[in-house]
Each structure stands twice: as structure tokens, then as C-alpha cells.
């Protein structure tokens, strides 16, 4: 099979990137490999959509970082939707927010375009329109998401702090990797205002009740169609573990990845969105789970999966290349 990966800039993909996992294993299940920058998609003069795209030489590769290597040294060639039988939209928006708001939606747009022209697209366009912010964690039921308000007007968060023992947690309703969440309690009360001001100049800001369990870390659990992701018998599970005080558990700032287990309140939470998430389409996703509460979905490049089968000791990559694999040979077999 022909796979592209669709990133938000190749060169700043790093070697430790669940993409970059993906890929690797994509290439020595000995399929052809295409990286896509948001910035590379073009709409072809025949009707297609395509890119500008560099392409995995046919060669062995002995790690991640020497994969990445190589794609930089490739060169740029034409691909078309024809061409591809998996496209995987591995690309976060939220990244693009300030630097460069023209690629935000960019990936969702041609992802659509190259759906209804016969590749498999991964996760689903459609389905993602409605997961494009933190806003779609409120579609689940109420029972496992935290006390929410998503608003512009600090009276309200001032409300909802004040009805919430005065410690909350604010972040923006566009955002990812732990940027600009903050606990607001009583002795930052002071700062709220401003707080608010600084999250809404992008947007808008989520206000949430802050669970005492956050102070144990996280869970970041991943589904593979709406079921949790296991190779060998092991989840891909990992329990993310602030570090210094800091509220955030991503591991990207700061935060410490330990192995983590499958409880019952886990398989309650899965039990509940599953039904949903397949019917969105969404392939793979990370849920951000504290306590019983599931605090985001995560349906764009969620990561952590390598971190996941160092700490299981197992590599979770193959099953997700598999299921990649059924997904396209399921579409074209009902097409033909």
C-alpha cells in the first residue's frame, strides 16, 4: 500500500513522535511511505486532490532518528489521491493557531476531498469537524466529563469559581500539549481576570472543576476503533506524573510516563464514548482520563505510544499498521 502521513511541518518531526513510530513500522510492513506538510497539499489541475511529497527511499532503517534523516535528504515529488490507499491525518491544528492560522484547517479540508476520492482517511474528516476542539468532550455524557463552562465572560468563570470551592482549572477551548492551563484558587484569584483575558485573545476559555485526583497525574489511554489499543495482552496505557508542582502531566512539559493498568473505572469511560467515537470514525484517539472523569479526547496526532511500549514492554505500532491495513482493504473491497 501507498500511506501518507500528513504532519504539520516534516522538519520539525521528531524522532520520539508516535508519527514517526507509525511510519517506521508502515515501512517495514513493506508499504510506501509519504510524508505531506500541511503546506505541501495542493488541489491537482485533473480534479485530485494531491501534494508535494517526500517519499521513504526503499531501504532499511535502524531507528526512528535514522528514518528522519533520511526523509529530510528526499526530495519532493507529486502524489495524487489516486496514488494513495491510506492517508493518516497526524497533523494538530492547534500548533498552526498563531503562527500560521491558514494551516488550521487545511488538513481537514483536503482529508475530505481525498475521502470522497477513494482513500482511506484516517482519522475521518467528517467526523473531525466535530472533534476540531475541546468542545466535542461535551457530546459525551455527562456522568464522565468534569463540570464544565466554555465562555468568553470572566462574571461567568467568576461564578463558576466561586461554585466550585474557588479552585478551577482554565485552558483554552483551542489548544494542546498542557499550553496555557492554568489552577486558578484562591491565592491566584487575583490574576483571574487577566488569566481569562490572556486565553480568550484566541478564543475562548474552558473553565472545569479541579478533581483532587489531578494531583496523582493522568491517564492517557489509547482506542483503536473505539476499543482500547492491546498488543500481547498489554494496554496502551500510561500514567503521566507532574513533575515540581506543575499541574500538567504532558509529557512534553515536564511530565513523567509510567506504566499504567486497566481498572474498572477505565473500562467504564470506554464503555461509555466507544459507541460514539466509532460512529465519528475516529480511528485512533488518546483519552486524557483523572480519576473517574475524562478530561479531553484527543483526535488529532495524540502521543505517547512509544513511551507506551517501553514502559510494557511490548510495541504497539504493528497493531495499529494492521488495523490500517483492514481499514483500506475493507474499503476497497466494498467499492469494487
Given at each position: 500500500?501507498?500511506i501518507?502521513?500528513?504532519?504539520?511541518?516534516?522538519?520539525?518531526?521528531?524522532?520520539?513522535?508516535?508519527?514517526?513510530?507509525?511510519?517506521?513500522?508502515?515501512?517495514?510492513?513493506?508499504?510506501?511511505?509519504?510524508?505531506?506538510?500541511?503546506?505541501?497539499?495542493?488541489?491537482?489541475?485533473?480534479?485530485?486532490?494531491?501534494?508535494?511529497?517526500?517519499?521513504?527511499?526503499?531501504?532499511?532503517?535502524?531507528?526512528?532518528?535514522?528514518?528522519?534523516?533520511?526523509?529530510?535528504?528526499?526530495?519532493?515529488?507529486?502524489?495524487?489521491?489516486?496514488?494513495?490507499?491510506?492517508?493518516?491525518?497526524r497533523?494538530?491544528?492547534?500548533?498552526?493557531?498563531?503562527?500560521?492560522?491558514?494551516?488550521?484547517?487545511?488538513?481537514?479540508s483536503?482529508?475530505?476531498?481525498?475521502?470522497?476520492?477513494?482513500?482511506?482517511?484516517?482519522?475521518?474528516?467528517?467526523?473531525?469537524?466535530?472533534?476540531s476542539?475541546?468542545?466535542?468532550?461535551?457530546?459525551?455524557?455527562?456522568?464522565?466529563?468534569?463540570?464544565?463552562?466554555?465562555?468568553?465572560?470572566?462574571?461567568?468563570?467568576?461564578?463558576?469559581?466561586?461554585?466550585?470551592?474557588?479552585?478551577?482549572?482554565?485552558?483554552?477551548?483551542?489548544?494542546?500539549?498542557?499550553?496555557?492551563?492554568?489552577?486558578?484558587?484562591?491565592?491566584?484569584?487575583?490574576?483571574?481576570?487577566?488569566?481569562?483575558?490572556?486565553?480568550?485573545?484566541?478564543?475562548?476559555?474552558?473553565?472545569?472543576?479541579?478533581?483532587?485526583?489531578?494531583?496523582?497525574?493522568?491517564?492517557?489511554?489509547?482506542?483503536?476503533?473505539?476499543?482500547?489499543?492491546?498488543?500481547?495482552?498489554?494496554?496502551?496505557?500510561?500514567?503521566?506524573?507532574?513533575?515540581?508542582?506543575?499541574?500538567?502531566?504532558?509529557?512534553?512539559?515536564?511530565?513523567?510516563?509510567?506504566?499504567?493498568?486497566?481498572?474498572?473505572?477505565?473500562?467504564?469511560?470506554?464503555?461509555?464514548?466507544?459507541?460514539?467515537?466509532?460512529?465519528?470514525?475516529?480511528?485512533?484517539?488518546?483519552?486524557?482520563?483523572?480519576?473517574?472523569?475524562?478530561?479531553?479526547?484527543?483526535v488529532?496526532?495524540?502521543?505517547?505510544?512509544?513511551?507506551?511500549?517501553?514502559?510494557?514492554?511490548?510495541?504497539?505500532?504493528?497493531?495499529?499498521?494492521?488495523?490500517?491495513?483492514?481499514?483500506?482493504?475493507?474499503?476497497?473491497h466494498?467499492?469494487?
Amino acid at each position: 500500500m501507498n500511506i501518507g502521513f500528513l504532519v504539520n511541518q516534516t522538519h520539525k518531526e521528531g524522532a520520539e513522535y508516535t508519527t514517526t513510530g507509525l511510519a517506521l513500522e508502515a515501512h517495514r510492513m513493506g508499504h510506501q511511505v509519504y510524508y505531506i506538510g500541511v503546506g505541501d497539499l495542493a488541489y491537482l489541475a485533473n480534479g485530485q486532490m494531491g501534494a508535494h511529497a517526500r517519499s521513504l527511499p526503499d531501504r532499511e532503517f535502524r531507528s526512528p532518528a535514522t528514518l528522519l534523516e533520511a526523509l529530510r535528504e528526499s526530495k519532493k515529488e507529486p502524489v495524487s489521491a489516486k496514488q494513495l490507499d491510506a492517508l493518516l491525518l497526524r497533523n494538530d491544528p492547534a500548533a498552526d493557531l498563531e503562527s500560521r492560522p491558514w494551516a488550521q484547517d487545511a488538513g481537514i479540508s483536503f482529508g475530505q476531498l481525498a475521502s470522497e476520492q477513494g482513500v482511506t482517511v484516517l482519522n475521518d474528516p467528517h467526523g473531525l469537524v466535530y472533534a476540531s476542539s475541546k468542545m466535542y468532550l461535551q457530546y459525551f455524557p455527562e456522568k464522565v466529563r468534569p463540570s464544565t463552562i466554555i465562555t468568553r465572560n470572566i462574571a461567568d468563570v467568576e461564578a463558576f469559581y466561586r461554585d466550585h470551592q474557588r479552585k478551577i482549572i482554565l485552558k483554552p477551548l483551542k489548544g494542546s500539549g498542557g499550553k496555557n492551563v492554568f489552577l486558578v484558587d484562591k491565592k491566584d484569584s487575583k490574576n483571574m481576570k487577566q488569566i481569562v483575558e490572556a486565553i480568550c485573545r484566541d478564543g475562548f476559555a474552558i473553565a472545569q472543576e479541579y478533581l483532587p485526583e489531578a494531583r496523582k497525574g493522568d491517564i492517557r489511554l489509547f482506542l483503536l476503533n473505539g476499543e482500547v489499543l492491546e498488543t500481547d495482552g498489554k494496554p496502551a496505557a500510561i500514567r503521566r506524573v507532574q513533575q515540581g508542582g506543575d499541574i500538567r502531566s504532558n509529557i512534553h512539559q515536564g511530565g513523567e510516563a509510567k506504566k499504567a493498568t486497566l481498572n474498572k473505572q477505565l473500562r467504564e469511560i470506554v464503555e461509555v464514548v466507544s459507541p460514539k467515537l466509532r460512529k465519528d470514525g475516529m480511528f485512533l484517539v488518546g483519552l486524557d482520563v483523572v480519576g473517574d472523569k475524562l478530561m479531553e479526547i484527543n483526535v488529532f496526532s495524540p502521543g505517547g505510544l512509544r513511551h507506551a511500549g517501553k514502559l510494557h514492554g511490548t510495541d504497539f505500532f504493528p497493531t495499529v499498521i494492521a488495523a490500517v491495513e483492514e481499514q483500506a482493504a475493507a474499503r476497497r473491497h466494498k467499492t469494487a
